[in-house]
């Protein structure tokens, strides 16, 4: 076997680092477009920040998209998300009541080692032996540790500290001053030895086992809902959330208007101040600044194309799905990302990029642009309707059914059926599946007197 050289004429197609640069800036998502903002703002002398068009100037598109006007709608109104109030942290709060209960100095420590591990539901999910760092290898009494637990219970709300739902839930239904003795027996009777059978739906054992009767057995269940099972969900903070909108939809004057999200991301300019010294120099050769240069043009000409196409997209969005934004979810269309790209003479990986990752901010809350897209399904009289507008109808159906009686998924496919849409029953059943709900038997709940 030899080795040997021979020539080969090829034509191969590859993208210039100009249009390299476009896609990969046009894919991103907005936490991570403002990162790269930043970074190019540091490091690059011919790019600024425009500090005085952020929020009073804003170009905002029309529905129709053929003008546009000067509009000063304030950002408060657009983001349902900037006047939420951010709660404070179950941590930071714990540990400030803590604070007032004046302890010993070991058993202040013991709670707020106990506070630190408590998971974002409030409990206490790990071992007293696992708490405590690797390099100590002090033994705590167990009895320590107990007291140190029932401090945090004492201090926090009802529930927080317990280390599973049992204890959790007998935790707030001992609290309970204005439960009857009588019923707050049955009430912890129910939670250490009958959650299992109501989960399962098995009222007859449940009366047996508890020794009740049916209206008793009623009021426990009744109260047992009112519980908390996650009691440190409210002290989540909506800081960690990373949903940021790329761009808004608003309703004016009888008119729908998309606006970028410029007051996420800064607007950078080329300082041509700066441009114009360096042409000078470079009249008599390169200047090593040149690259710089050349990347904040390119830098400036694809954000300004990033946010065109996203904004085209939009409005694409908009004007094919306007009865979504004027009546809700039962009545999205279908749309694929070829239609739009057809509309808009670009590439279907154009248009797969410029909605992958991004959120558009509306009356009727945050949608990621994936929300808008939607297969179509056959009716009988030989329209089209879109799966999520089935998947509304499931969900409503599900919510306007009795609680005792709940709908099978048998039901739900007559139901549809009856509506004139074409659909299989495990069709039913898995877009059911995909919206986290439940069959009925686990939907089943006791009737209230």
């Given at each position: ?48 920040v ?141 939670i ?19 020794g ?58 080329i ?58 979810e ?10 739009i ?47 999520r ?20 998924d ?11 849409i ?13 919206l ?14």
């Open positions: 076997m030899t080795l040997t050289l021979q020539p080969r004429l090829q034509t191969q197609q590859q993208l210039s680092p100009r249009l390299q640069q476009s896609n990969q800036i046009l894919q991103l998502a907005a936490p991570a477009f403002q990162h790269l903002l930043l970074s190019h703002l540091e490091l690059n002398p011919f790019l600024h425009v500090e005085d068009e952020l929020e009073a100037h804003i170009e905002d598109y029309n529905e129709a998209g053929a003008e546009r006007f000067q509009s000063a709608t304030p950002f408060e109104y657009l983001d349902p998300l900037l006047n939420v109030e951010v709660s404070q942290s179950l941590e930071h709060y714990l540990l400030s009541l803590l604070t007032t209960t004046r302890p010993s100095p070991d058993m202040y420590s013991l709670s707020a080692i106990i506070i630190n591990a408590l998971d974002e539901n409030g409990y206490l999910r790990r071992s007293f032996n696992e708490l405590l760092p690797d390099d100590i290898d002090e033994v705590i009494p167990n009895h320590q540790w107990e007291h140190a637990l029932r401090l945090v219970q004492t201090i926090a709300p009802t529930g927080i500290g317990a280390r599973h739902l049992t204890e959790c839930l007998s935790l707030q239904a001992t609290a309970d001053q204005n439960l009857a003795p009588q019923a707050k027996k049955n009430v912890l009777r129910l250490h030895e009958g959650l299992e059978l109501l989960a399962d739906n098995q009222w007859s054992k449940l009366k047996t086992q508890l009740i009767d049916e209206v008793q057995l009623q009021y426990c269940v009744t109260y047992l809902r009112q519980l908390d099972p996650k009691p440190g969900r409210q002290f989540c903070s909506l800081s960690s959330q990373n949903t940021m909108p790329d761009v808004y939809v608003y309703k004016q004057d009888q008119q729908w208007h998309i606006v970028p999200n410029f007051k996420a991301f800064p607007k950078i300019k300082n041509k101040n700066y441009g114009d010294l360096l042409k000078k120099e470079t009249r008599s050769g390169s200047h090593p600044l040149a690259k710089e240069w050349q990347e904040a043009q390119w830098l400036v000409e694809s954000i300004k194309k990033r946010h065109h196409t996203i904004c085209e997209v939009t409005r694409i969005i908009l004007r094919k799905q306007r009865l979504f934004f004027d009546y809700g039962e009545a999205i269309q279908p749309l694929l990302i070829n239609d790209a057809l509309e808009l003479s670009l590439h279907e990986s154009t248009i797969s990029r410029a909605t992958s990752n991004k959120y558009m901010s509306t009356p009727n809350g945050v949608f990621s642009f994936k929300h808008f897209f939607s297969r179509d399904l056959s009716m009988s009289y030989g329209g089209t309707c879109s799966t507008m089935v998947k509304a109808k499931i969900k409503q159906y599900i919510d306007q059914e009795a609680p005792h009686a709940p709908l099978s048998v039901d739900l496919h007559h139901s549809l059926l009856a509506e004139d074409n659909i299989a029953k495990r069709t039913v059943t898995k877009y059911r599946q995909q986290l709900i439940p069959n009925s038997k686990e939907r089943r709940q006791v009737p209230v007197c």
